[in-house]
């Protein structure tokens, strides 16, 4: 497989905006444009951007995985640099043992050609013997003598070098033979073998323990998705909620609610402030409440929601806002509502009904910040000042009565359960007594 190469163009764009990742490309590496044109032919065109989803989202997992200290691609590429070195060690320990081998067949070689010219070389003394030898027994046929004592002597000179030619061609079979288990050949190829064998099963079981290390990270990482697709889908219903009871609040008083949480605010690529109020004033400005449901597995610090409404204020030109999550226990505060800011307030939306109070002191409190940047004369700003004071903080004592209240509540329901187990308890043991003092009788 080719190397993915950087294929862009001057419209490329990859983006993230709030909890989406937005990709504009244009690939042009030809594997991947098949591998694309297959998947349109046997699924269409949805089945195509499920599996590129796939693709990319395994893909920024795989690497994001490089820079681990476990990093899978790693250890493959340390199998394989182990394989190859292992490999080449052997290289180079046969080429020694086969150049050692060489030495050897060419000393034998060096032998026989030794053997060989002093055999040649003692030829005519051993043919000079034969003729002493002869004339000193009186033989008067000189030709006959030479040729017996040539024939002689070569047939001599012809069995010695047989028998140095069979040995250095013994000595050559034993040293390349590999069916002589002695043979430096065969002891360098059950070498070899048991080299290749051992480095290649651990090579082998080092890829699979890297590839079962990314099998698990890539399951891990779809089963993280998975979970932030299923999370993102429950904070997307609980911000339908909060936008449908603020829309519900607004019918009354005329003011205009928009859900503007999957849009950027203009100028910007954010979403922060998901509800968007506009106060119905005179006047060409409005005023502008933005509220931002907050469902998180972890509750936020004091810190964090006025950083965070502080934003929703800023991109979406608010004066106000809002922060919304499920329970109390993710308020930062003792009750269900909290001021982090001088306009900004944190409300639990477990009392649709605190949440709607909460709701009017702040459009209250807008109105007032309002009233100051303009300086109106007309309007009293002390006086505004201390009703909204005086409402926040009846607004805290209705808070801890309904805390109250409730924790009542829940005591009235244990003591009326408590009371009929006791009834039911007092019924029993008084059929029981009825049935023992009158036996014949059915208590039925």
């Given amino acids: 497989m080719s190397v993915i190469p950087a294929q862009r163009t001057g419209s490329d764009r990859v983006t993230v905006i709030g909890d989406a990742l937005e990709i504009h490309l244009r690939i042009t590496h030809p594997e991947t444009v098949a591998l694309a044109r297959r998947e349109v032919d046997e699924h269409g065109p949805a089945g195509l951007i499920s599996t590129v989803a796939t693709a990319v989202t395994v893909g920024m997992i795989a690497t994001s995985l490089q820079g681990g200290a ?77 040729r017996q004592a040539a024939t002689s002597a070569l047939n001599d000179a012809q069995a010695q070098l047989a028998r140095v030619v069979g040995a250095h061609t013994a000595e050559v079979r034993s040293v390349i033979s590999t069916e002589n288990p002695n043979s430096p050949i065969a002891a360098l190829q059950r070498d070899l073998n048991t ?39 429950r904070g997307k219903e609980f911000e339908e909620t909060i936008a449908e009871i603020v829309g519900n609040w607004s019918v009354g008083s005329g003011d205009s609610v928009e859900h503007v949480g999957t849009q950027p605010a203009p100028g910007t690529s954010r979403k922060t402030g ?45 004066q106000a806002a809002i922060g919304v999550v499920p329970t109390p226990d ?10 982090v800011d001088a306009n900004a307030f944190v409300v639990s939306a477990d009392d649709p009904e605190m949440f709607v109070m909460v709701l009017a002191v702040v459009k209250e409190l807008t109105l007032l910040t309002t009233a100051q940047s303009d300086a109106d004369p007309a309007v009293d700003l002390g006086r505004a000042r201390t009703a909204i004071a005086g409402g926040i903080q009846l607004l805290s004592r209705l808070d801890e009565v309904t805390k109250y ?40």
Wanted: net charge positive; hydrophobic share 45%; charged share 25%.
């Fill in 274 to 318: 998901d509800v968007v109020i506009r106060l119905n004033t005179p006047g060409a400005h409005q005023p502008t409440i933005a509220i931002e449901a907050k469902r998180r597995a972890k509750a936020l610090t004091a810190r964090q929601h006025r950083e965070e409404l502080g934003e929703a204020m800023r991109i979406r030109r608010a």
């Fill in 195 to 233: 080299t290749i064998t051992t480095t290649v099963e651990n090579t082998r079981r080092e890829l699979a323990e890297g590839l079962a290390a990314v099998r698990a990270l890539v399951q891990a990482g779809q089963a993280q998705a998975a979970a932030r697709d299923k999370s993102s889908a």
């Fill in 70 to 146: 476990g990093n899978a691609s790693a250890a493959m590429t340390r199998a394989l640099t182990g394989f190859e070195e292992a490999m080449h060690a052997r290289a180079v320990s046969a080429t020694a043992q086969l150049d050692s081998l060489i030495g050897r067949i060419d000393a034998t070689e060096a032998a026989t050609r030794q053997a060989a010219a002093e055999t040649l070389a003692a030829l005519p003394t051993r043919i000079e013997q034969g003729l002493t030898t002869a004339l000193a027994g009186g033989s008067r046929n000189v030709q006959e003598v030479v």
């Fill in 405 to 444: 209240t409730g924790n009542a509540e829940r005591a009235l329901v244990g003591i009326r359960s408590t009371a009929d187990a006791l009834r039911a308890a007092m019924t029993g043991q008084l059929q029981e007594a009825a049935r023992a003092l009158r036996p014949n009788t059915d208590s039925a």
């Fill in 330 to 339: 993710q308020v930062p505060g003792p009750g269900r509502f909290h001021r």
